[in-house]
């Protein structure tokens, strides 16, 4: 048996998921008659407190969506260097929007209000209209850090001044609100849209959902249209949402117990060059040079699949299908490496 620590997104569906899946009401939801969607989106958007919800099958949708509704064409979005927009979505802020990136490089992914002020554009034909700013929550290649909501409201009051668009790609936000127990009506308030993903920490097998006010979603609505994300009978997925906002929220804090338990395993380790800072289920360290294919080859006969970030850097990502008696073994297997 593998020990599957790649990412949170490989979790298989659990056989009551797949009852409430199997039992759902449905409709065509392009002709906005399934209930069940309209269920999950209305129990995210009273999360957030947002006016509505728009249900996508991926991430990457629900942000390239947000880009292109805040956005014109030539228009330049502020990104940190490690975000997913910029780095694995396929290079779609440019093709589906037209328009271009700005990178600051933040720590651990997090960007602040100054760098933010210093990319800004002025005002001249010469250069780009700086519309949107887009940050990352928890920020995975930054090993799942965490925003202070301090800096989060500065950002966002900051950007509407400016008459600047704010969007969360908040793929793993509720890592972020059990981690950091922020209110995400909070989040409402502070971001135009936030992107939230079901198919990661919270164990559904596809889906994100995007969340903004009415006008937003109308248009948002439209460029999924045009993305070919206008899905019919999809009630059947929604309700592996619903279950998993029921079920496997609070338990994402076992996830992040056991993330910290690797990382404290790590911290001692000399095949160890340095460890990020660990917040909540992602663990990114980077091995001294000399120990690399040592401890590749052991990882590999023991089974444990983990990503890669370059040459030297693994990630580890615990999820709701990695258990004690898994972690009790990695932490064993990484102890004999010393
Ligand atoms: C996974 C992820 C996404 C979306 O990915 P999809 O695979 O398209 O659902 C977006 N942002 C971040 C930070 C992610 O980790």
Redesign the pocket.
């Known amino acids: 048996m593998n020990i599957d620590l790649r990412s949170d997104?490989i979790t298989i569906p659990c056989n009551e998921m797949l009852e409430k899946m199997m039992c759902a009401n449905v409709g065509d939801d392009v002709w906005e008659e399934d209930v069940t969607v309209k269920e999950l989106e209305k129990n995210l958007s009273n999360i957030f407190g947002m006016e509505s919800g728009l249900f996508c099958p991926?991430?990457?949708?629900t942000?390239q969506i947000a880009i292109r509704v805040h956005t014109k064409i030539g228009d330049q979005i502020v990104c940190e260097s490690l975000?997913?927009?910029y780095n694995?979505?396929g290079g779609g802020a440019a093709s589906n929007s037209g328009v271009s990136v700005k990178l600051i490089n933040g720590d651990f992914g997090k960007i602040t209000l100054n760098q933010i002020k210093s990319s800004i554009n002025p005002d001249d034909p010469h250069y780009p209209r700086t519309k949107l700013v887009a940050l990352?929550n928890t920020?995975?290649k930054g090993g799942g850090s965490c925003y202070e909501m301090d800096s989060i409201l500065e950002i966002s009051d900051f950007c509407r001044e400016k008459n600047m668009r704010t969007h969360l790609?908040g793929?793993?936000i509720f890592n972020a609100l059990v981690a950091t127990n922020q209110n995400p009506i909070e989040y409402g308030k502070a971001f135009d849209s936030i992107?939230i993903?079901l198919?990661?920490g919270l164990g559904a097998p596809i889906g994100?959902v995007l969340l903004g006010s009415e006008d937003f979603i109308y248009n948002a609505k439209r460029v999924r249209k045009t993305l070919g994300g206008g899905m019919r009978q999809v009630g059947y997925l929604a309700a592996a949402g619903i279950y998993a906002l029921e079920h496997n929220v609070n338990r994402l804090l076992d996830d992040h117990e056991r993330a910290k338990c690797i990382y404290e395993t790590l911290l001692g380790s000399n095949f160890v060059e340095f460890v990020n800072p660990c917040e909540t289920n992602i663990v990114i360290f980077k091995l001294r040079s000399e120990y690399i294919s040592n401890v590749l080859k052991v990882l590999d006969q023991n089974h444990i699949l983990y990503s890669r970030f370059g040459k030297q850097t693994i990630r580890f990502v615990t999820h709701l299908n990695f258990n004690d008696k898994q972690l009790d073994f990695l932490i064993k297997v990484l102890k004999s490496l010393n």
Do not use: L
Not at 58 to 61: E, P, R
């Open positions: 997104t991926s991430g990457t949708m942000n975000s997913h927009i694995y979505e990352e920020c995975n790609d793929a793993r992107s993903c198919s990661k994100s």
